[in-house]
């Protein structure tokens, strides 16, 4: 029996809250049974001061053994802007085509006079920077920033990587605030800046963005979101341990490229219909949810409505965010929404929503009627998500139980307040269960977070973690649940299609149950994760059935393909 169950003056804390002296009191005055309900009280206290056994899904946090020794920076001494208090993100990608994925992670740095209200008095001896960790295979990885060519002098933001030119080798995109920077793979371990050769003008502070084939050439087209327009002076009427907030600057345009299939982009922003729209976007996603064979766009917006733009198959995207029910948090309000991920998380075939947020969160079940339902609060989420700020997230079958389960990262808003991370493990019916307190010792760590990236960077079957912490040390989480479920994780290679198969509708069918799972290309908060596609299979010894229908719209059948394995499926 879990300790718990004799506890209902807990029922309603989370599991790993200290919050128990009002409800132990209010428990002993109602019963009116002082021995028995301190007799009580005495084993809930034990209980919950006991390590609980260890659950289905478990972490560990391994940076330091694994080589990845990167601390963030938001280049000041103190916390003082909109623009410091934004944080980075992460991507995994095979930069060196090895069959590892790497890990570039973004980071701030020490802007000019009169950026920052609490300047570093004298510059760092080794400047921060970001990052390029090449994985070897092991359990390690090496810094190969310097000699990749990608240390790049940005106050930078997201990064998301594709296969821009369709040549076979993987190139990365890093936004940040002034510009982005769009860097070539040469083939050869190393990057070119290839921004202006491509035509990526982006002005302003750029931060959440993905890539897309939004028209079905067969060239991955580039959505950018910008936050708002920076005024680095404006400081006036706010209290010494406070700053101006979102709305206190003019929100900003997002943008839309369109890959010229010839290594340069065209700003389609107002022929498409994305420019008439000002917002102050976080995070983007772009995923096909009403199935039609084209990739829709979401952004979450930070204290403005959410929009979701619905490819017209035309060239144009209408924005449907209010009729559509997913504008707004729960109560109607613009939350600070960070984090949108697309994903079929109660196995019906149609792409759910989930979005964190600075509120409740929102998990938005798609109704297949170009409608969602919020079931949040049914799914057990909010009660316990509503004491933090959330940033970071992913789904991802942790367990590989058929599942996908939620991973959110925690952190103060405004000023840096540590706060614990929290797993969420799918039980199926659109209901989940907070794992945290035995998942590992590292969700008793408390830190600010931010970006949040996942992958199976050891090709083992279990998909892992990278956290970037603002203005501090990141985690490197190592998936060590039990071995006891079966999985594939399907690389794509895209001929007709983008060489990266981002659009692709994969499907799985094993032990009865029917997974479909979209390849996409930039998620959760300023991060891309893993860009194979990885299904858990239970207790399923054998696929039925693969099926994967590719953005061109051709669909390709592999029978009985082998599992526990990475497999590539290369288009016909």
């Not at 389609?268 to 039609?292: N, T, Y």
Request: aromatic share 10%.
């Amino acid at each position: 029996m879990n300790a718990f169950a004799r506890c209902p003056m807990f029922s309603l804390l989370p599991p790993h809250s200290n919050a128990f002296s009002a409800r132990i009191s209010a428990s002993l005055r109602l019963r009116g049974e002082l021995t028995r309900s301190l007799s009580i009280t005495l084993f809930c206290v034990a209980a919950l001061a006991q390590p609980p056994a260890p659950g289905p899904i478990r972490f560990e946090e391994v940076a330091a053994q694994a080589g990845v020794p990167f601390t963030h920076s938001f280049g000041a001494g103190k916390l003082g802007s909109l623009l410091e208090s934004t944080g980075g993100g992460a991507v995994w990608f095979d930069y060196n085509n090895d069959g590892l994925l790497d890990l570039f992670v973004t980071s701030g740095k020490p802007l000019g006079p009169g950026i920052h209200p609490y300047p570093l008095r004298k510059p760092p001896q080794n400047p921060p920077g970001n990052h390029l960790y090449r994985n070897d295979g092991k359990g390690h990885f090496t810094d190969v920033t310097q000699q990749a060519h990608v240390v790049g002098d940005l106050f930078s933001m997201a990064a998301i990587a594709a296969d821009y030119d369709n040549d076979g080798h993987t190139d990365l995109l890093v936004t940040g605030y002034g510009r982005v920077i769009l860097y070539r793979n040469k083939g050869d371990g190393t990057f070119e800046d290839a921004t202006a050769k491509a035509g990526l003008k982006v002005p302003g502070w750029s931060i959440g963005a993905a890539w897309l084939d939004y028209d079905r050439d067969g060239c991955v087209d580039l959505f950018v979101g910008r936050y708002v327009k920076f005024d680095p002076e404006y400081r006036s009427y706010y209290a010494a341990d406070n700053y101006p907030g979102p709305l206190d600057y003019e929100p900003e345009t997002n943008l839309l490229f369109h890959n010229n299939c010839n290594g340069t982009f065209t700003d389609v922003s107002e022929k498409a219909g994305i420019a008439k729209f000002k917002s102050r976007a976080m995070g983007v996603s772009a995923a096909d949810f009403d199935l039609d064979g084209y990739p829709d766009i979401y952004v979450a917006n930070d204290k403005t409505e959410n929009f979701l733009f619905h490819n017209q198959k035309n060239g144009t995207f209408k924005e449907i965010a209010v009729p559509a029910g997913v504008a707004y948090g729960q109560n109607g309000e613009s939350t600070s929404a960070m984090g949108p991920v697309f994903a079929d998380l109660d196995g019906d075939g149609l792409p759910d929503l989930w979005v964190t947020d600075s509120k409740f969160n929102r998990l938005m079940k798609n109704t297949g009627h170009l409608e969602f339902e919020d079931v949040t609060e049914r799914a057990g989420i909010s009660q316990l998500a509503a004491q933090y700020v959330s940033w970071g997230t992913g789904a991802q079958d942790f367990d590989n139980d058929g599942r996908d389960d939620i991973f959110i990262v925690h952190g103060g808003l405004i000023h840096l307040v540590p706060q614990e991370h929290s797993v969420f493990r799918n039980t199926g019916a659109m209901k989940f269960d907070d794992v945290s307190r035995a998942a590992g010792t590292f969700f008793e760590v408390k830190s600010v977070g931010r970006g949040a990236a996942f992958a199976d960077y050891d090709n083992d079957g279990k998909v892992d973690a990278f956290i970037v912490n603002l203005g501090a040390p990141a985690f490197l989480l190592h998936n060590t649940s039990p071995a006891t479920n079966h999985w594939i994780t399907v690389k794509l290679v895209g001929h007709k299609s983008n060489r990266d198969g981002i659009g692709a509708q994969v499907e799985v069918v094993a032990g009865g149950l029917r997974q479909q799972h979209e390849r996409v290309a930039g998620s959760g908060y300023l991060s891309a994760n893993d860009p194979r596609v990885h299904f858990g299979l239970g207790a399923a010894a054998k696929i039925d059935k693969l099926t994967v229908t590719w953005p061109g719209g051709g669909k390709q059948v592999v029978d009985n393909p082998p599992i526990d394995r990475v497999v590539t499926i290369e288009e016909k």
